[in-house]
């Protein structure tokens, strides 16, 4: 693991470091945020996952979460969106596919299965390497994201709830598979059978009976993506007769931005902590 | 004015706008952050400087003011650093001279003396215009900023004192007519002689006899620009047998950058507020 840049702030430390994966077979980035309070004691993790287009750097830079995670003192570990590098499969002038949309899952289909593999590397080899690396509690494991990074929580949170204490997301693709935006990437990464796409959609898991306890869920009514990409009251219906718990709350003139994610940040890391502790 | 932006953000709005600047021949852009408050009555504005090689976008992506200035109805006016444009003169290849780096002065010397007019910019041209379209008190006017923005915001409140009721610095240039890295640039804007060159240096306005309150400054003692080019003590030296009042604080291991900002951020916004209100 090699350390790229390593910056005091909110009495604790915000570091990005690089390392070779195994699960992406690629190199990769990742940004993790540690309270003052893990100086002297194992804290809890929250991890982030960022949306389309995004790098461990959005958030890192407008996210706004180190004065409260620092209040908290929970560490913060923001992954990257997918793999990267010059050999890595890409379209470039496709937003939704490829770079920067890994979408949270394994792809089965060449050449995307190369490298695109970030559900394992989110849940299996990157936890360990923050296992070994930082003084974190992993018995206290929250997961929160944004847009596709929403998805990419609350599909992990519903695949492995054993690992999960909390969950939240700020506005996300709650059902991917059916959605114009992304329903093609689902095709390229996984293949025609629209049945293997379920495992990695939301409201499909919680049909074919995946549990978690609850999930809070913010989201702006004047998110473009609202309609077509986004649409978190198909997540309402599907948990409707379910004992998933669900806090949706909608927010007028809010959009789809940092602006909208910070805003409602502290909220968020409270949600987590209170579950976490 | 053109709106290039409005996101709404804890309630309130985070815009960007553009003009054509007659002070700087170009067009310029700024941000202003407007408070819900904002909406019901005029509210104290605080003006935020940038440093070297910023624009208004650096502070506004990562210098997370908005939570707080909302909380105390706060207006936020962020100007870029210096004029811009394909026929403004620059020294590419310098990020100590030229675009991104005004110095918040009016240079007399060509060809920089054609547009890089920031100071008549800041103090005169866009308070003008920030007072003709948002609902401003500007009776209550404060000012802060970083680095050359520091400096920026310690000479524009010494020079005009009964402008603004409060003035703060993040790192700021102290003594930028004596430092390395500043020097070369007050010759190149405003010639040889020296002599002329105090009229825009904290401490030697001070020498000279310019008086404002008090100041607030916070700067990192892991900043790697410290002894060559901020040199705090040199102020608290000048100020030493005035009527000055100078909060000075040193904090270890914080740099020069928005890690080190946006951790006393909310310090400095209840500074301004407390003697706005």
Redesign the interface.
Known sequence: MKVLSQ?????GM?GVFQHQSEACNSEMTFAVFVPPQAIAEKRPVLWYLSGLTCTHQNVM??G?Y??MAAELGLIIVCPDTSPRGDDVADEMTNWQMGKGAGFYLDATQKPWSDHYRMYSYVTEELPALIAENFRVDMDRQGIFGHSMGGHGAMTIALKTPERFKSCSAFAPIVAPSTADWSAPAFEKYLGSDRALWRAYDACALVEDGARFPEFLIDQ?K?DSFLDNGLRPWLFEEAVKDTDIGLTLRLHE???H?Y??I??FM?DHLRWHAERLS
Chains 1, 2 share one sequence.
């Open positions: 910056n005091t702030a909110f009495g915000q830079d407008k706004e180190r004065r702006g004047a003139r809010y959009d931005s602006y909208f910070s805003t502290d």
